[in-house]
Structures are given as structure tokens and as C-alpha cells.
């Protein structure tokens, strides 16, 4: 009788004091990382769940925390955050949370269990306790292998005396009242813009889990001056419109909570950007220039430079023919591109006649300012015709050689042979007209063949092969042989 | 800040890789006055072949952190909300711009990332081989501002006293002792923790 009077005695003695009661508790499954960085563990789960109320801890139910990650649609554990705990408080009645992660785990007969618990108290998102426990077969081993664990079930009560060893017994329920607003998103529009444009800021807030259900006075700031948000037809919804200064720069946007407690809550939610410089390009074409024209014959390198480099947002090419009309067009988004190259050919592949075109390059950048470049090519993918005429004398054979085309000549050559193949004659140049005085005898029928080749400054090939030069000059048309050098002929 | 952060690592790595086997903190700038309470835990970067290296470590030492005692240490899911609503993702180190807006919206003191750059377990039988290499970066919340680079590389052999007695066994082991080293060290170096 007097025993048990005394255990009255001391149990009376060491009850909490009135401020420290029994918490509740919501134990949420075990992240388990060695599954991956959203993985769970349920058997280690529930063990612990089975410790924790073997300790005495109140713990709701595992199905309500079950229905409440699913209700809230939470994918991913240990990760809840402050909003999603006040929503634990509410929802569950919970006064703290505790979460896990499993950091290494293995069965066996060299079992290991390494994990965390984080014990957060759910009125205010604060994290009370923290405890970390790694054990291993090798940390167990006792020098004659005496109750050494081999498997994981063996290991248990080494870990889960370590890890609830100081697990708080109350805690005092926080009696803060401070104010905090939970942002759900922030939406910038434009976060690139021109100077004395506007700019538009939409906010989302979770639902205030504040029970007085005081609603604060939000505003943005930005450039040293406050912009009231105002509610939005969609629920928890605020938006407002300012216009940007004209100054360039980045400016910070801040989002400020006033309370009618006067309580004050701000912070930084984003930025944009003032731009009032255009990008400013230029053009350069890698043709051949003749009187200060650029002309190219089979492709064109174009190459597009920044006057003042900046992030570009898109870009765009075109040519336009002598009549206006756009040939090609080709843009993208993003920074312009090292060079481009234009093979004569419009957007469907077609070729396109020679003569003259315009290429225009246009670029934006973030604030959609934009800077164009035009410079105008001679396309010119014609071969250099060439025109031979016969003229006799008593002793010689004089043959004229012109051109007709406007582009120079790089090169020419003119090789005259007999019927037996001897070489009569070679003759070269860099210009046109030009004759070649050939002798011979007049009164002889014996063939002269001549070969001529050209090339134009653009790399435009000519090449003509007369059998007789003598049916020239008989007014006889000769048969020829005109191609575009494909393989290596021979030059000089 | 990107520019030099590589050379930053590179720089705390040649003079530590061969110096003694203590965290060692670079101080890029001081730390803000009476401000260094708040704290919260950026992912960590994983550039080791461990699996999930970077949240382990990432996850320990916040852990760690909080049960120290010293610091209010925030929510990680809070940091994740941010991370999703600024599109930053969980394997690249926020730029200054990113860290601020952060810093802004957590009401945070410090930033702190991660860096795992070495990272293993290897059972050899008779013992366990264990290493790990990290950096972790310390940010101004409110500027996004680079102050402290801590550098810590440990064996687990190395806490070996005698026999096999004192050997860290497993890589959380490890991650948990180099992280209590590193939080201790940070006190010694003049981070003051709550006042409250």
C-alpha cells in the first residue's frame, strides 16, 4: 500500500506541467533513396510507426495520411512544404510532422540502415528535432562474434534505440501569431521591355490557413514605387499593372504583405529588364566584288554580325528578286546563327534566274526591338560565252576571240592543233577581244582543231572544242562541244 | 559570378587537395551582420557516380544542421516550390539573380548549395573503404552574393584510432561526420548562430 502510494506520488510529481501536453503526431512514409530520389519504403515505414507507438506517441492513423497526400495531390515525400504542413495542422488535426529519409539500406548477413527523421512542428513550419542514425554490421561486430547481426531485423533495435533516444516528449505549442503568405506563383509579363512599357504581375496564394482569417493588403514594388495588387474573378488570385521607367536597367520586384495587425511580410518574387538600345546588325557577304558590286556564282556565305551584341529572341532571312518578290524566307528563335548560305535557290528548291537580288536579315531582341540589315548580290551562274570569228589571209589564219559576258575573265587559253596533232599554237590571256594569228598555208585543207577554256572571276568554266577551224570561216557551222568543267582539265 | 565559380573551386581545391584534413573555408566576403540565422538548403549538385549522391549529402547535412541546434534551418520542400515556380533545375547552381529572388521569398538569411564531387563505398571484406569530396557554397540570401567556399574531402579511414575501432563504416557515416565538422568549423569561423 505505502509502494504504491509512493508511485502516486512520483507520477504526480513528474506529470508535464500544464504548457507541455501530448502532441500529435503525422508520420509520413519513409523516402527511401536507394530506390531512387522519390522512392518509399513501406515495411520500414510501418516499423518505425510500430516504435513510435510503442513509445507512446499519439500518431494519426497511416490511412488518413494516406488520403491526405492524395487528396493534396503530394507526389514526392520528405519534401512537404510550408503551406502543405499548415494543411497538415488543419486537415489532420496534427500538431507536428515527422518525415524520413532512408539514406542506405541493406538485408543480409551485413544488414545496414542508415536514415533521418525530421520532426517539424506543424503551427509554424519549424523544425524541432532532427536525428540522423547509421548502422552497419561492421559498426556491431563484437571481438567473438557474439550476437553480431546478420540480418536487418537484427539491426533494428540497435538503430531505433539511437534514433528515438531523444525524441522530444512535448513540446509546448508554438503561440506565435505571425502572419505569412503562402505565394503559390508569380507570373512577370513581359520580363524584357522597352522603356514606358506595361508591364503586368499576377499572383497566386494558397489558401491563408490563417484561422482569424485576416486577409493582407499586397503590393508590388519596384523602382522605389508600390503598385496595389488587386483580386483577381479566379479565387486567391491578385494582379496589377504598372508602367516600366525609362531608364535601362534590371529592376527588381518585390512583393509586400501588409496585415490590418500591422504586421509586414516582403520579399523578392522576380525582375525584368529595360532595354532602350536596339540590337543594331549588319550584314556581310563573302562574294567576289566587282565595281564595288558583290556577285557569286554558285553559293553565297552570308554572315550576320551584332552592332551591339545582347541576347537575340528570333531572327529572320529574306531575298527579294528585282520585282519585289520574296524568294526565300527562312527565320528561327534564338541568337543568330554563325553564317548562312544561300546556293541561288528559292525556298522550293527552284533555281533562280540570274540578276539581282536583295538580302534582308532581321533580328529582335527580348524587348522585341528590332534591327534590319539589307545588302544587295548579283547572282551570275552563267558560263562566259565566248565568240570566235575566222578571218583568212594569203599566209595566216587570224581568229578573233570576244566575250560577251559583263563578268571579267580570270583566265583564258587557246590551244591550236594540226590534223596530225601537232601543237600550231598556244595563246593565253586574263582580257578579251584578243587575236591569235596563225601560220599557215592557205592553200592547204589540212584541219586546224582548237580548244578553247575560260573562266570568269566567279569560277563560271567555259570550254569549246572546234574540229575545223576552216568551216568557220566557210560560214559552215561547226560542230561543238561546250560543257562545265566537272574533273581537272588541263591548265596552264 | 558563373565565370569565376569554377575557378573559384579549382583554386580552394590545389590548395587544399594536399593540406590537412579539416574543412576548409575560403571567405569571399564577410558575413552579414547579425544575420545568419536563417538558412536554407539548396540541392545539391551530384558530380560523383554514387546514386542520388547529391540529395543524401544534400539531405544530411541539413539534418545535420538543424539538429545542432543553432540555426533555423527551412523547409527543403519550401525550396523546391521555389525551384519549380523559377524553373531552375535541381542539378544547376542558381545564378545571383535566382539566389536573391530565393533568399527573397524564403525570408532566409544564407543560401546554402552543395557540390559532391567524389563519392564512394567500396566492401572490401574485412573493411569498408569509404570516401567523400565536397564543396558547399555560402550565399548572401538577400544580395545572391558569394561569401564562404568550404572544401572537405575525408576517407573513412582516416577516423581509424586503433584496429578497426573508430573507421567510418558506411558513406552516410561519413557524410554525417564531415558535415558536423563543417557546422562546427563555420562556428569556430564567426557565423553566429539564433540568439533566440
Known sequence: MLSLLSVMLMTCIFLPSGGLQAQTIAFFPLLDLTVDNNGINNPISERVRQELIKSRKDLVPAADIMRFLVRN??????????????????????????????????????????????LTQSSDSKIIWSQTVNISYADQTSLLGINDPHSLEQLYPAVFTELL?????????????????????????????????KLFCTIKTHKSADEEGEEPQLFIESAGKQYPLSPTEESNSFETSWTAVQEAGSYPVRLIARWPSGATQDGAIGSYSVDDKEPGVRIILL???????????????????????????????????????????????????????????????ASSPPGEYFITFKVWDRAERESTALAAVQYMPEQPEIIVEIRRDEEQLLVDLDTISDTPLSFW?????????????????????????????????????????????????????????????????????TSIETEWVEEF | MNKTFPLLCLALFLFTACGKQVPMVQKLAPLPEQATCTIAILPFLNESSYPQGG????????????????????????????????LIYPNRLPIRKQLKMIGGRLNADLLVSGIVQKMYQRDKGNFVDTELTFILPLYNAGTGELLWLTYHRRLGAEYQQFMHIGRIKTITALARRMSQEIITDW???GMLPCTE
Open chain 1, 73 to 118: 495531390r503530394i507526389r514526392s515525400l520528405a519534401s512537404l512544404n510550408s503551406y502543405q504542413i499548415s494543411l497538415v495542422q488543419k486537415e489532420l488535426g496534427a500538431d507536428q510532422v515527422l518525415q524520413g529519409i532512408i539514406y542506405q539500406v541493406a538485408g543480409g548477413e551485413h544488414p545496414i540502415l542508415c536514415l533521418s527523421l525530421q
Open chain 1, 413 to 481: 587559253w587557246a590551244k591550236f592543233f594540226t590534223e596530225d596533232g601537232k601543237l600550231l599554237k598556244l595563246a593565253q590571256g586574263t582580257e578579251l577581244p584578243s587575236s591569235v594569228e596563225l601560220d599557215i598555208d592557205s592553200d592547204s585543207r589540212q584541219k586546224v582543231e582548237c580548244i578553247l577554256s575560260a573562266r570568269d572571276v566567279l569560277g563560271n568554266q567555259y570550254k569549246k572544242d572546234i574540229n575545223d577551224l576552216f568551216k568557220i570561216t566557210e560560214g559552215e557551222l561547226e560542230e561543238v562541244e
Open chain 1, 165 to 197: 533516444a531523444e525524441f522530444p516528449e512535448a513540446e509546448a505549442t508554438a503561440s506565435t501569431t505571425g502572419r505569412s503568405l503562402n505565394v503559390d506563383s508569380v507570373y512577370i509579363h513581359p520580363k524584357y521591355l522597352r522603356p514606358g512599357e
Open chain 2, 55 to 86: 540529395d543524401i549529402v544534400g539531405r544530411i547535412f541539413l539534418s545535420e544542421l538543424a539538429a545542432s541546434g543553432h540555426f533555423k534551418v527551412l523547409q527543403e520542400g519550401d525550396v523546391q516550390t521555389i525551384y519549380k515556380q523559377l
Open chain 1, 287 to 349: 562574294g567576289k566584288e566587282i565595281d564595288g558590286r558583290v556577285h557569286f556564282n554558285n553559293k553565297l556565305v552570308i554572315i550576320p554580325k551584332l552592332i551591339n551584341p545582347e541576347p537575340i529572341s528570333h531572327w529572320e532571312i529574306s531575298v527579294t528578286d528585282e520585282d519585289d518578290e520574296i524568294i526565300v524566307l527562312q527565320s528561327n528563335v534564338g541568337h543568330i546563327p554563325r553564317n548562312l548560305t544561300w546556293r541561288g535557290q528559292t525556298s522550293q528548291g
Open chain 2, 187 to 189: 562556428l569556430n569561423q
